[in-house]
């Protein structure tokens, strides 16, 4: 697949979810929130994947090199689908910017069958306020953040960052199985050349991947992956 046109540091967050999520095989898989559709595509090559995703101009230049099927649409989508009809869900970078946090969720664990798997990726407050001083030198959104006020993403708008085990709260349907730290070292490289060089993007994805699971790390990695089981 080509990924040339992909910023070094989402294709370096994409190869992180798919390595932490490399035993999902021959499943049936929903994508909820799929973006440009290459999680869906990378795991298309041997699941059955339905995909979700509101953003039409978005979803003009999906990748699709690999079979899946795609729907536009929102949340009002997973209640045309049967009870425990799932393996995997997919959630990556979503629930920052819904109001629907318990809905959702509750779907989720209607058409999920039991013993069935939900990723949530997640951005990590600590980490934002990492990358405001040392990245951007926002002094004062990083004092806005430690503060609790929320965020904000050029194209998605506020951020509404929540911690790892609200999701606990929000249903009681799920159990953590994992939380993996994402973007850890990559985004303090400022040397925006290096970052093109594919030999220092395996190096860097290896090192990423051996501490994502290291709690020292995971608490000022940029990002979390959230791997849960349905009870």
């Not at 998605?156 to 993996?180: A, H, R």
Request: some cysteine.
């Amino acid at each position: 697949m080509d990924y040339k046109n992909i910023a070094p540091w989402e294709l370096l967050q994409k190869k992180m979810t798919w390595e932490h999520l490399n035993y999902i095989h021959n499943k049936r898989i929903l994508d909820f929130g799929s973006g440009s559709g290459m999680t869906a595509n990378h795991f298309a090559i041997d699941n059955e994947v339905i995909a979700i995703e509101p953003d039409e101009k978005v979803l003009q230049d999906r990748f699709k090199e690999n079979n899946y099927t795609q729907i536009k649409g929102d949340m009002n989508r997973l209640k045309n689908f049967q009870d425990e009809s799932f393996d995997m869900i997919l959630c990556h970078n979503v629930f920052e910017y819904v109001d629907e946090r318990e809905e959702i969720l509750e779907e989720f664990s209607r058409i999920l069958k039991k013993d069935g798997f939900l990723s949530i990726v997640k951005h990590n407050k600590a980490g934002r306020v990492m990358q405001m001083v040392v990245l951007l030198n926002n002094f004062e959104h990083a004092n806005e953040l430690l503060a609790g006020k929320n965020g904000h993403a050029q194209q998605f708008g506020t951020i509404n960052y929540y911690k790892d085990k609200e999701i606990l709260e929000w249903s009681n349907k799920f159990e953590i199985e994992k939380i993996l730290g994402m973007r850890t070292f990559w985004d303090l490289q400022q040397n925006q050349e290096i970052q093109k060089d594919e030999t220092w993007q395996e190096n860097m994805l290896e090192i990423e991947l051996k501490v994502s699971e290291l709690e020292e790390y995971k608490a000022i990695a940029f990002f979390h992956h959230i791997i849960l089981r349905k009870r």
